[in-house]
């Protein structure tokens, strides 16, 4: 398996545009998580689904943040509109149940 | 709340060097207790897993250890190799969260 699929790997944008970041978890696995990781703020957990269904989005900061996972084989996130303190690097991850996460590179995004 | 902590965040050591580093929660109640490796400008990689029924477990040159009752993890490296330096991140699954609460890392530099 390739492991999880991440796009872009970098994003540059400027502030007030929509961003959309791309995921392809693992085939087989049922949970996916969309992280964001900063200086400041270390490793934070976005929202999860398992089966495609999200489970938990109290993590996901604003309205501005919006995520689908319209089948077993993609999930996306969305910021509309983006600002600069959106900068992060945002990870996808999938796993089996409440086994081991595997992580995709993740997508560094800047907003300027 | 459950609350990740790693001590220390920064490390240095020659190489050969054994090596422990250190992770405590504050929600004992947790499903399984995993540690990652990330290195700059990368994803997360899975180390090792342990479950919460488990008081370790071992990969090559890395042992974790788990002691829910103390609320702590503790990751032995041995040997140390250049090649192993990187950022280890603990990560606590379950507990009143049912998330993976990550802990802000340990940045480790093997010196050849």
């Known amino acids: 398996d390739a492991g999880v699929i991440q796009s872009p790997r970098h994003e540059v944008t400027e502030m007030g545009q929509e961003v959309t970041l791309r995921c392809k978890p693992i085939s087989g696995h049922d949970y996916l998580f969309w992280y964001r990781q900063t200086m400041m703020r270390g490793l934070e957990l976005l929202i999860y689904f398992n089966n495609n269904v999200p489970i938990d989005d109290s993590g996901m900061p604003e309205d501005r943040f919006s995520a689908k996972m319209p089948n077993a084989s993609f999930s996306t996130l969305k910021i509309q509109p983006s600002e600069p303190r959106d900068s992060a690097v945002y990870f996808c991850?999938?796993?089996?149940?409440?086994?081991?996460?595997?992580f995709g590179p993740g997508t560094r995004l800047l907003v300027l | 709340k459950q609350e990740v902590t790693q001590i220390p965040a920064a490390l240095s050591v020659p190489e050969g060097e054994n090596l422990v580093l250190n992770c405590s929660f504050t929600?004992?109640?947790?499903?399984?207790l995993q540690w990652f490796r990330q290195d700059p400008g990368k994803g997360l990689t899975s180390l090792l897993l342990?479950?919460?029924?488990?008081r370790e477990q071992t990969s090559g040159r890395l042992n974790a250890s788990l002691d829910k009752s103390s609320g702590r993890s503790t990751l032995y490296i041995a040997a140390s190799q250049p090649g192993d330096s990187a950022t280890y991140l603990c990560?606590?699954?379950?507990?009143?969260?049912?998330?993976?609460?990550f802990g802000t890392g340990t940045l480790l530099a093997v010196q050849p």
């Open positions: 929600d004992s109640a947790i499903y399984n």
């Open positions: 991850a999938s796993s089996f149940g409440a086994e081991t996460q595997y």
């Open positions: 990560a606590a699954y379950g507990g009143a969260t049912n998330k993976l609460i």
């Open positions: 342990i479950q919460s029924s488990q």
